[in-house]
């Protein structure tokens, strides 16, 4: 069963930093673009950031540019976000998802499985 799990969310104060891992089981993540994408309470989920199936290609949102780094371990089967510098605006469920792909997209109906998310709190 193909399935994605995310971890390493949690509570930090504003400035503060958290790395997010997007675990994969089976299947293989070599074949696939990777996608972290975020949804805050009220709000569409939106594009975070992506890396290609090769790590090659990286996009990242406006809003998170320069903060935060997307990598890939395809030895792991992992895929990673470094957050730094975190905003209270970063409050939001995180989730990965994967796209049988070449190319990045930031578009939510592009990937076909996604983990269950992990909440990202970022407050004082």
């Known amino acids: 069963q193909l399935q994605l799990v995310e971890s390493g969310g949690g509570l930090v104060q504003p400035g503060g930093s958290l790395r997010l891992s997007c675990a994969a089981s089976?299947?293989?993540?070599?074949?696939?673009?990777i996608g972290w994408f975020r949804q805050a309470p009220g709000k569409e989920r939106e594009g975070v950031s992506c890396?290609?199936?090769?790590?090659?290609?990286?996009n990242y949102a406006d809003s998170v540019k320069g903060r935060f780094t997307i990598s890939r371990d395809n030895a792991k089967n992992t895929v990673y976000l470094e957050m730094n510098s975190l905003k209270p605006e970063d409050t939001a469920v995180y989730y990965c998802a994967a796209r049988r792909a070449y190319f990045c997209s930031p578009y939510v109906p592009h990937y076909s499985y996604w983990g269950q998310g992990t909440q990202v709190t970022v407050s004082s």
């Open positions: 089976g299947f293989t993540l070599n074949y696939y673009t």
């Open positions: 890396i290609s199936r090769s790590g090659g290609s990286t």
